[in-house]
């Protein structure tokens, strides 16, 4: 069966620091991946989407990054940190097989910038 | 560009009772795909229900129904039997039928459950 794993699962950092979000799937192959951010109270933003490996594209400009540098591994990066980072993290990954379309999210990351 | 909204942002029931949660979306697109999350507390988006647009019959998942209007483009989900269980952020999504395997999501609907 697939799991999707995200870490770390609660991360306080100060403003202008770097930040590295990680974010891996079991038990499938080419997958496609994304990355969401869910500030207090909202709904989910997509940030980022990757349907191959080093494949990017990006929903929203800021200054967060992504890298997909294995098939199954997506990394959410940023140099320096601001407050409006902060917020829920969540990973998640669809299959492109035809007819199957669901979204599977992992267990996110708090991010809470100081 | 394709949008989702949700217009209750919190909606409470009772215990046993049913409750009918509204999404209302805007594409012009005529093949497409709708769904139904829960996040509860613990965060943890879990896949309700989902409604290929193709399809003119409601999809169902046990307490968990959908009334789908194509030409109004409404999607709202019906819990029948509500349980404590059920309290949780309900978000609806749209995904396109090809293409870019983009999902966007509403706001999100807050329901509490009453004892």
């Known amino acids: 069966s697939q799991t999707i794993h995200q870490w770390p699962a609660t991360l306080v950092q100060p403003v202008g620091s770097p930040l590295s979000l990680e974010c891996t799937v079991e038990?499938?192959?080419?997958?496609?991946l994304y990355w969401y951010r869910q500030a207090a109270g909202r709904g989910l933003q997509l940030l980022f989407y990757s349907v191959g490996i080093g494949q990017i594209s990006s929903e929203v400009p800021q200054n967060l990054s992504a890298s997909r540098p294995q098939d199954r591994q997506f990394i959410l990066s940023s140099k320096k940190l601001l407050l409006s980072d902060s917020g829920f993290y969540l990973c998640?990954?669809?299959?492109?097989?035809?007819?199957?379309?669901?979204?599977?999210f992992g267990p996110g990351t708090r991010l809470t910038v100081t | 560009a394709q949008t989702v909204t949700q217009s209750q942002p919190e909606m409470s029931v009772q215990e046993a009772e049913t409750v009918t949660l509204s999404c209302t979306y805007d594409?012009?697109?005529?093949?497409?795909?709708l769904f139904w999350y829960k996040q509860p507390p613990s965060r943890q988006m879990i896949l309700v229900i989902r409604?290929?647009?193709?399809?003119?019959q409601n999809a169902t998942e046990n307490r968990f129904s959908v009334n789908f209007q194509k030409a109004a483009k409404s999607f709202s989900l019906k819990i029948s039997d509500s349980q404590l269980g059920d309290a949780a952020m309900y978000f609806c999504?749209?995904?396109?039928?090809?293409?870019?395997?983009?999902?966007?999501f509403g706001t999100g609907t807050r329901l509490k459950v009453l004892a």
């Open positions: 998640a990954w669809s299959v492109k097989i035809p007819g199957t379309y669901e979204q599977y």
């Open positions: 594409t012009s697109e005529s093949d497409y795909y």
């Open positions: 409604q290929e647009a193709y399809k003119q």
């Open positions: 038990g499938t192959s080419n997958p496609n």
């Open positions: 999504a749209y995904r396109s039928f090809g293409g870019t395997y983009k999902y966007i």
